[in-house]
């Protein structure tokens, strides 16, 4: 049986695919798609992990007999459990702003070049680290599990933290994909919490018995997201970039070891582990996140509507899509419209004109990213490849191709849950090879476009 379940958790919802291989390519199907809406409690913004845990169960059911089953989500998070299993509280939502209490007194033990020689993480206020210096583990707390972890914990009762998402926590050394316990002790964090590290193809434990599915393995995956789509980027050679295009935008190149120098700090580049012991040398860009925001204020979901409202209008206003205001949920066309009036800019004020700035913004912080990149690694870059629901933006895609001066091709739109069945079925045994021969099953499978330059 060729066929694979991919749970794959993003910020706003969450799937079920099955992925089958099939004459040399791979076919993609859902099984089951629910919604991912945080909740505050007591103050704190928390991601609701029961109800997705519902989801995962829904889906797993739907997906009909599969032959494994992978597990991949957001990054930086992570649930406390005691000694009994019982979840202490619900993991905090990365947007909280809990870790900003620990990061000045992080810092003053670890200066920030110090840290990212050692960890290659670029700076975030909600890193791991940083969350767990702020809010330290009460005594009943015996593990800590990043999400995808703790959902394949509740799935099969054993215990793994997998090493691409252990990689962002900023307590992982790149070069040797281990804990760095100098600086945990530094930072007065336990990484003794964590269980020990798996690598993406590893055996995950076997689905419970309560389950009622039969004891179907589940497989370490690139469990953090962005791993998983980097394995689903189609590319043909080496000298690609690729953007992850979804709430974030994840804008990097693929490298064989990791860039720890001052100049790849000061530009706020990261060194996650990839699969089959790549760097993902990236910069985490604000995504659509902030169109998404600008949407649920007018009450919008007609995003195909609004592109071409954005469309028919010229370029007109940049905003810096990192500025710190635009990182938690609120009045976003406001936000923006205060960053443009503050520079001199011309303010925009209907959803399209405000659709067409954010646009424009996005292909440019693309466009400094990849010139960053190249510069910083002296990697050619020949071909920008853009997956993820980004790739189905067409005035993005083209605008990121006008952006960079180079070709951009965009798809497959589920990139992520198409890297996280390809490991899977490789380590199952379907076909042997790395990353080349991975993305060449997808090349002969999947619909994609390319945008030229303008």
Not at 250 to 265: F, K, N, T, Y
Request: aromatic share 6%.
């Amino acid at each position: 049986m060729n066929a694979f379940a991919a749970v794959d958790l993003g910020a706003s919802s969450g799937r079920v695919m099955v992925g089958r291989l099939v004459n040399g390519g791979v076919e993609l199907t859902e099984a089951h798609r629910f919604p991912n809406r945080p909740v505050r409690l007591d103050g704190r913004l928390h991601w609701d992990i029961s109800a997705l845990h519902r989801g995962v169960l829904d889906g797993l059911r739907a997906a009909g007999p599969v032959s494994s089953v992978g597990i991949d989500s957001w990054a930086v998070d992570y649930g406390l459990l005691d000694a009994d299993g019982a979840l202490v509280a619900p993991p905090v939502h990365y947007r909280d702003a809990r870790a900003e209490a620990a990061i000045e007194q992080v810092l003053a033990e670890i200066p920030l070049p110090e840290l990212y020689a050692a960890t290659g993480i670029q700076f975030l206020p909600f890193n791991t680290l940083f969350q767990l210096a702020a809010a330290p583990p009460p005594p009943t707390a015996e593990r800590a599990l990043l999400i995808p972890d703790l959902i394949s914990h509740w799935l099969t009762g054993t215990s793994g933290t997998e090493v691409t998402n252990a990689s962002t926590t900023a307590l992982l050394d790149p070069r040797t994909r281990q804990w760095s316990p100098e600086v945990a002790s530094r930072a007065g964090v336990d990484v003794g919490l964590f269980p020990p590290l798996r690598r993406p193809g590893d055996p995950a434990g076997v689905l419970r018995p309560e389950i009622g599915l039969g004891a179907v393995p589940v497989r370490a995956v690139g469990s953090h997201d962005t791993a998983s789509a980097v394995v689903g980027v189609p590319a043909e050679g080496g000298n690609f970039a690729y953007i992850s295009s979804g709430t974030w935008s994840l804008v990097g190149v693929e490298l064989d070891a990791p860039v720890l120098s001052e100049a790849a700090r000061l530009a706020n580049f990261t060194n996650e582990a990839g699969v089959d012991g790549t760097t993902r040398f990236l910069r985490n860009v604000t995504g659509l996140w902030i169109l998404q925001e600008c949407q649920r204020v007018w009450r919008r979901t007609d995003t195909t509507g609004l592109i071409a409202e954005a469309a028919a209008l010229p370029r007109a206003a940049v905003v810096d899509v990192d500025d710190a205001r635009f990182l938690p949920p609120g009045d976003m066309p406001s936000r923006i419209a205060d960053a443009c009036r503050e520079t001199g800019q011309p303010v925009p004020g209907t959803p399209g004109e405000i659709t067409r700035c954010v646009l424009d913004s996005l292909a440019e912080a693309y466009r400094k990213a990849i010139a960053d990149a190249v510069r910083l690694t002296g990697r050619p870059v020949d071909v920008v490849h853009v997956v993820g629901g980004g790739a189905r933006n067409e005035l993005l895609c083209q605008l990121t191709a006008d952006a960079c001066q180079r070709p951009v091709v965009a798809g497959p739109v589920e990139a992520t849950a198409l890297g996280n069945v390809l490991v899977q079925a490789r380590a199952h045994g379907v076909f042997s090879g790395g990353l080349a021969d991975m993305r060449a099953v997808l090349r002969r499978s999947q619909r994609l476009r390319t945008y030229l330059p303008r």
